[in-house]
């Protein structure tokens, strides 16, 4: 068996080492994940999802019908937050930014309303999501 040379061998263990702190600080030093998108109960007229990097919720109403998409979701402490899409219908998701403490798990669900006089049509909410910030 031949030895390998010495300054191989130095840069190879060097290479190892450096490898080994990228990959421990990229697993401890992840942020949350991303939620899935979900819909409201008829599957097609709003969709929302939580994205983690930034803590952004986005909305999208899907359906001219003369109502609005909102997302509802609950902050840390459990009380129920709103992002409205109030601004007509098939033309892109509306963005609402937020500042959670990170960690902290993100549970919503899309349902259509008022934006008017800020009325939730409960009934129209489809399955929850959920994300971590």
């Not at 899907?62 to 509802?72: I, P, R």
């Not at 009380?79 to 109030?86: G, K, L, M, N, Y």
């Amino acid at each position: 068996m031949q030895k390998v040379p010495h300054k191989i061998g130095k840069l190879l263990g060097v290479t190892i080492a450096s490898l080994a702190v990228t990959v421990a600080m990229s697993t401890s030093a992840s942020a949350g994940s991303d939620g899935p998108v979900v819909v409201d109960s008829s599957g097609y007229k709003a969709r929302g999802v939580f994205l983690s990097y930034g803590d952004h919720i986005r909305v999208s109403d899907d359906y001219a019908d003369g109502k609005s998409a909102v997302v509802l979701w609950n902050d840390p402490t459990g009380e129920e937050r709103r992002c409205w899409d109030s601004n007509g219908a098939l033309n892109g998701m509306t963005d609402c930014n937020y500042n959670l403490q990170e960690g902290a798990y993100v549970h919503y669900e899309v349902c259509l309303g008022e934006y008017g006089s800020r009325q939730v049509h409960y009934s129209t909410c489809g399955e929850s999501g959920w994300g971590y910030a």
